[in-house]
């Protein structure tokens, strides 16, 4: 089991950054694959980005493609999510989570272990 913990939300102006970060506890954190999903009052929960297990592919939702990058420092137990040039839209509460299929997904039921998740506001 593992157990992840996210920071680094917060209020930002549109065409801003921010960095989230997901540390992880336990010392298999290398043998998940890590993704972050948001949420929006009133929205489903939707895929934002994925890293494989060795961090050789990533995936990003469409909708902040060029824009958020994920990575992760296996010696950290952390995994990141940059964001740049964010707009309004990307208003919502941020989760980290861990899954223990090899196969990176993209469905929140595909991950088996989530985070508090961290809020994200982008004011226009």
């Known amino acids: 089991q593992v157990q992840l913990v996210e920071s680094g939300g917060g209020l930002v102006q549109a065409g801003g950054s921010l960095r989230l970060s997901c540390a992880a506890s336990g010392r298999t954190f290398s043998s998940y694959v890590m993704g972050w999903f948001r949420q929006a009052p009133g929205k489903e929960r939707e895929f934002v980005a994925a890293?494989?297990?060795?961090?050789?592919?990533?995936f990003v939702a469409n909708s902040v493609k060029g824009r958020f990058t994920i990575s992760r420092d296996d010696g950290k137990s952390t995994v990141y999510l940059q964001m740049n040039s964010l707009k309004p839209e990307d208003t919502a509460v941020y989760y980290c989570?861990?899954?223990?299929?090899?196969?990176?997904?993209?469905?929140?039921?595909?991950?088996?272990?989530w985070g508090q998740g961290t809020q994200v506001t982008v004011s226009s």
């Open positions: 989570a861990a899954a223990q299929n090899a196969r990176v997904g993209n469905h929140p039921a595909q991950y088996d272990f």
């Open positions: 890293i494989a297990r060795n961090g050789g592919s990533t």
